[in-house]
C-alpha cells in the first residue's frame, strides 16, 4: 500500500452511467461530498466508494470525496490492475504532475479486492489522494510556487492513510486511534528514505 512509487502511471476513463450505485445516507451521517465516485470503470470501486462516503468516521467521508464528483475533471484517475505481485493493495501516483502541468493524480487498486478489504483500500489511497490534492492545489500563479507548508513527509501521508484505513476495517490489527501502533507497523513496512522525506521533492517541477 504504497503511493507515490515514481512516474509513469496509467491514465483512466470513466465509463459507468451516472446512476450507478447511489446510496441514501443513513440518518444523521452527513455524505461526503463525492460519493458518487467519479472516473473509475469498475463496478466494486463504484459501491465501495458510496460505503465509505457514508461513514461515520469524517476522515474516512472526506477521503472518499478526495476522488472527487463524477463527471467533474478534477485529475484524479482511477483504475485496476493485478497488484499481488508488487505487494500492494493500491498505490497513488502523482508525479506527472507539476509547474506548468495540469493536475495529475493516478490511482491504481488492486483488481482483487473486494469487500472490506477494498474498502480500507479505497479509504486509504483516497487519504493520500487528498493530501496531494491539497499540496498540488496549492500552487501561487502569482509566485509560482507551492506552498512548502502542505508538504508531508512518507511517514505523515501513511499515518493518514492507515489511520483512515483502520476507519473501514481493523485488518491490519490497528483501529484508527492507535497512533503508536500505526507508526510502528509503517516504520517496520517502509523504507525510511520514503518515511523521512518531503514527499513532493522541492526542485524545479515543485518549487516551494
Ligand atoms: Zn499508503
Given at each position: 500500500m504504497e503511493s507515490g512509487s515514481g512516474p509513469g502511471g496509467?491514465?483512466?476513463?470513466?465509463?459507468?452511467?451516472?446512476?450507478?450505485?447511489?446510496l441514501t445516507p443513513?440518518?444523521?451521517?452527513?455524505?461526503?461530498?463525492?460519493?458518487?465516485?467519479?472516473?473509475?470503470?469498475?463496478?466494486?470501486f463504484n459501491r465501495a466508494g458510496p460505503v465509505i462516503g457514508y461513514s461515520q468516521e469524517?476522515?474516512?467521508?472526506t477521503a472518499a470525496a478526495a476522488y472527487g464528483d463524477?463527471?467533474?475533471n478534477n485529475g484524479v484517475h482511477v483504475g485496476f490492475k493485478d497488484l499481488r505481485g508488487e505487494g500492494k493493495?493500491?498505490?497513488?501516483?502523482?508525479?506527472?504532475?507539476?509547474?506548468?502541468?495540469l493536475i495529475d493524480v493516478e490511482v491504481t487498486i488492486d483488481s482483487g479486492l473486494k469487500g472490506k478489504s477494498l474498502e480500507e483500500t479505497v479509504a486509504h489511497e483516497g487519504s493520500?489522494?487528498?493530501?496531494?490534492?491539497?499540496?498540488?492545489?496549492?500552487?501561487?500563479?502569482?509566485?509560482?510556487?507551492?506552498?512548502?507548508?502542505?508538504?508531508?513527509t512518507g511517514e505523515q501521508t501513511e499515518l493518514n492513510g492507515y489511520k483512515t484505513g483502520a476507519g473501514v476495517s481493523r485488518e491490519h490489527g490497528f483501529g484508527p486511534k492507535d497512533t503508536q501502533q500505526i507508526l510502528n507497523y509503517i516504520n517496520s513496512h517502509y523504507e525510511p528514505n520514503?518515511?523521512?522525506?518531503d514527499y513532493f521533492p522541492n526542485n524545479s517541477t515543485f518549487p516551494q
Amino acid at each position: 500500500m504504497e503511493s507515490g512509487s515514481g512516474p509513469g502511471g496509467r491514465r483512466f476513463k470513466s465509463s459507468l452511467p451516472d446512476q450507478c450505485c447511489q446510496l441514501t445516507p443513513p440518518p444523521g451521517f452527513p455524505a461526503a461530498k463525492g460519493v458518487d465516485l467519479a472516473d473509475a470503470d469498475s463496478l466494486p470501486f463504484n459501491r465501495a466508494g458510496p460505503v465509505i462516503g457514508y461513514s461515520q468516521e469524517s476522515n474516512v467521508r472526506t477521503a472518499a470525496a478526495a476522488y472527487g464528483d463524477r463527471g467533474v475533471n478534477n485529475g484524479v484517475h482511477v483504475g485496476f490492475k493485478d497488484l499481488r505481485g508488487e505487494g500492494k493493495k493500491g498505490k497513488v501516483d502523482p508525479f506527472n504532475s507539476g509547474k506548468g502541468k495540469l493536475i495529475d493524480v493516478e490511482v491504481t487498486i488492486d483488481s482483487g479486492l473486494k469487500g472490506k478489504s477494498l474498502e480500507e483500500t479505497v479509504a486509504h489511497e483516497g487519504s493520500h489522494v487528498g493530501d496531494d490534492i491539497n499540496f498540488l492545489t496549492s500552487y501561487d500563479f502569482g509566485t509560482g510556487k507551492y506552498d512548502a507548508n502542505t508538504n508531508f513527509t512518507g511517514e505523515q501521508t501513511e499515518l493518514n492513510g492507515y489511520k483512515t484505513g483502520a476507519g473501514v476495517s481493523r485488518e491490519h490489527g490497528f483501529g484508527p486511534k492507535d497512533t503508536q501502533q500505526i507508526l510502528n507497523y509503517i516504520n517496520s513496512h517502509y523504507e525510511p528514505n520514503y518515511l523521512n522525506n518531503d514527499y513532493f521533492p522541492n526542485n524545479s517541477t515543485f518549487p516551494q
